[in-house]
């Protein structure tokens, strides 16, 4: 059974979505005025997990990620460039879809700009002041809280603390600031502006997400989620903003992941611990061990990330791929032939994955499983009791695991004519007992980046 850990009721809830089969899906995306960083990327992963699992489990998914590209910041730092707010935030809009493709992140299926949905967040609006929701002060149009009888359900901040018409412009806030939040806000000379009914202005940031998630999704969603630094002010006021225009409820699972540390430290540039993607990448990490590390913690847990972290991640996954080359020699050498002798490490590993991952996504456990399984077979195959076929169906099974994990795929194994050559060589010393010239092929090779092993089927490579 599949459950999940619901924010708004606090507890772990078996997943039942609306319609048998299908599955609506909305997660919080970039605000695109810089690359995004790590911390980020902890979160989008969490969201590519979530939505590869759901496939995993069957379901159809239709997921929306919205992108931000008017608010506070993308107006201050265009006009700081120089540049219109689309010219400024289409070069981060780039980036940030070349690094999804760089993490094995999937697509959604829709990522709406906020500026082209202007007119549903005005249509949106529209609806809470018919419902007595909003009022306009000096051109601004802001939300009443004590107007919403649910204020605070889902991040349990008391709106009985607010003062009368005391309200809040920033579209960021602390969580002691329980104020009415603004919907759309008066034009105070910035290029970024549209027309309304209530005067040439832009949207306040929580009325975007609302907008964008009931046009694509609809009126009630199965499950939103977000970085847990959301919960209020942002999700809250999504809800109050919904609920508030339909009378129903917005969302029925609501899943947040933790906050990322860097090397035990909150994440700051004044620290020199800031890290983007493109940082991490310079400094030649691969990005599926990057992403490894990412998923790698329970999804509630905070993640200590580090660049330790990036190595024994491309530990884990070297021996990940060393296990997929092996069963595939496996696979296709006759010696190996026979009936199943692994089908109950098999069965049992594949049993343990999905129970992990049913439990609130444990990844923690699946991973458990998955090593398991690698320990149990390659220690079997060392005796020589792995048949073709169960090889094959490990392989499978492996497959199968990484439709969810996204870290087994390996760089293309080209090498020039002059290291075959070599490794040839080594092949014909050890075989002529001229150790000492193996040894040094290998060292010369390994200085290379390109590691020997030497099994019962034959001499493999990798690269460090």
């Not at 690698?374 to 490990?394: I, L, P, T």
Request: hydrophobic share 40%; proline share 2%.
């Amino acid at each position: 059974m599949l459950q999940f850990h619901n924010t708004l009721t606090r507890k772990k809830e078996a997943f039942v979505p609306i319609v048998e089969g299908e599955v609506t899906l909305y997660a919080c995306g970039p605000t695109v005025y810089n690359f995004a960083h790590i911390g980020n990327f902890r979160a989008y992963v969490f969201n590519d997990i979530l939505r590869r699992y759901l496939k995993y489990r069957g379901y159809r998914v239709t997921m929306v990620m919205n992108i931000t590209d008017v608010e506070d910041k993308t107006i201050r730092d265009s006009a700081a460039a120089g540049e219109d707010l689309k010219t400024f935030t289409e070069r981060y809009i780039e980036a940030f879809f070349e690094d999804l493709d760089s993490l094995n992140i999937e697509r959604a299926e829709h990522y709406p700009k906020a500026t082209e949905h202007i007119a549903e967040m005005l249509a949106m609006i529209r609806g809470l002041e018919e419902n007595g929701l909003t009022y306009v002060s000096d051109g601004s149009v802001y939300y009443k809280i004590a107007n919403f009888s649910g204020y605070g359900k889902l991040s349990g901040v008391k709106p009985e603390a607010l003062q009368a018409c005391v309200r809040v412009d920033a579209d960021e806030y602390e969580k002691e600031d329980v104020r009415d939040f603004v919907l759309w806000k008066a034009n105070k000379g910035e290029n970024a502006k549209w027309d309304s009914p209530y005067g040439c202005g832009r949207p306040g940031w929580h009325i975007e997400c609302s907008a964008m998630s009931m046009k694509y999704l609809g009126e009630t969603i199965d499950i939103h989620c977000g970085g847990e630094d959301l919960v209020f002010p942002h999700h809250e006021n999504e809800i109050a903003q919904s609920e508030g225009v339909t009378g129903k409820p917005f969302v029925r699972y609501w899943l947040h992941n933790r906050y990322l540390l860097v090397d035990g430290e909150k994440m700051s540039k004044s620290k020199g611990n800031f890290f983007t993607l493109r940082d991490l990448l310079e400094r030649g990490c691969d990005p599926l061990d990057i992403r490894y590390v990412l998923l790698s913690a329970h999804y509630r847990s905070s993640l200590d990330f580090s660049l330790k972290a990036v190595d024994q991640a491309k530990a884990a996954r070297r021996r990940l791929l060393d296990f997929k080359r092996r069963m595939t020699e496996l696979a296709g050498q006759s010696t190996s032939a026979g009936e199943s002798r692994c089908g109950e490490e098999i069965a049992a590993a594949q049993a343990k994955y999905q129970a992990a991952l049913d439990d609130d996504l444990d990844m923690p456990m699946a991973l458990a499983a998955v090593f398991e399984l690698v320990g149990a077979m390659n220690k079997k195959a060392d005796g020589g009791d792995v048949s073709a076929e169960d090889a094959r169906n490990a392989l499978d099974l492996m497959e199968q695991f990484d439709t969810v994990l996204g870290v087994m795929q390996e760089k293309e194994q080209m090498l020039p004519e002059e290291v075959e050559a070599l490794i040839e060589e080594r092949i014909a010393a050890r075989k002529g007992k001229n150790f000492a010239r193996a040894d040094q092929i290998r060292d010369e090779l390994t200085a290379q980046g390109i590691v020997l092993e030497d099994t019962a089927q034959g001499t493999r490579w990798h690269w460090k």
